[in-house]
């Protein structure tokens, strides 16, 4: 058990809804880290918080947004959603602001957009 | 923009024997971080090795080792005595100093009994 968990491990929902996934990171990490993999692009950073600021940016999109809370849990919110955003979104927390440093992962929210 | 190449979709190996899986990338950096992380069916992936940029001797994790070859941009990762808790997919990683972290397609590797 890596520490970090993700709420819901499974969501099923309908093209143009709007989900939010949950993410608490171990206990100590001041960072999140949030990632998207799919069949077709693969594994994605999307983006990183750092203590409660947005530390960097990836491939992520406009409809798709997050924050991170004083308790250091993060959600990321996808909205307007679209059958290519099913995928299998993972958060991973590390201790400092760097991904150099050891990233410890989630099992992953498995999106399904029918 | 930088990118990693795992050219071997999917790898078998013997059970105690030994494997080596490839990966290539590209970067313009001179510092920046290398990793491997293997991701079991339970899906959580997990890091196995990381090298950094600037030290020449390769990273060994007990039976994990790389072979760092700067110049020609390659890191492997050889897994030494494979066990059955090994199968899983492997995803080599790219890290440069712009908070950008890349992973390759990954390598499925199985192993026989």
């Known amino acids: 058990d890596s520490g970090v968990t993700q709420t819901p491990k499974h969501l099923i929902t309908a093209t143009g809804q709007r989900v939010t996934l949950r993410c608490s990171p171990r206990?100590?990490?001041?960072?999140v880290y949030w990632y998207q993999q799919s069949l077709d692009q693969g594994l994605q950073f999307l983006i990183q918080?750092?203590?409660?600021?947005?530390?960097a940016k990836g491939n992520i999109l406009e409809r798709f947004s997050a924050q991170q809370f004083p308790d250091l849990h993060s959600e990321l919110n996808l909205s307007s959603l679209e059958l290519g955003d099913s995928a299998l979104y993972f958060c991973?927390?590390?201790?400092?602001?760097?991904?150099?440093?050891?990233?410890?992962f989630g099992s992953g929210t498995q999106l399904s957009v029918l | 923009a930088q990118t990693v190449t795992q050219s071997q979709p999917e790898m078998s190996v013997q059970e105690a024997e030994t494997v080596t899986l490839s990966c290539t990338y590209d970067?313009?950096?001179?510092?920046?971080?290398l990793f491997w992380y293997k991701q079991p069916p339970s899906r959580q992936m997990i890091l196995v090795i990381r090298?950094?940029?600037?030290?020449?001797q390769n990273a060994t994790e007990n039976r994990f080792s790389v072979n760092f070859q700067k110049a020609a941009k390659s890191f492997s990762l050889k897994i030494s005595d494979s066990q059955l808790g090994d199968a899983a997919m492997y995803f080599c990683a790219h890290y440069n100093n712009n908070n950008d972290m890349r992973f390759g397609a990954g390598t499925r590797l199985t192993v026989k009994p």
């Open positions: 090298q950094e940029a600037y030290k020449q």
């Open positions: 970067t313009s950096e001179s510092d920046y971080y």
């Open positions: 918080y750092y203590n409660g600021e947005e530390r």
């Open positions: 991973a927390s590390s201790v400092g602001s760097r991904p150099y440093e050891k990233l410890f």
């Open positions: 206990s100590g990490d001041l960072s």
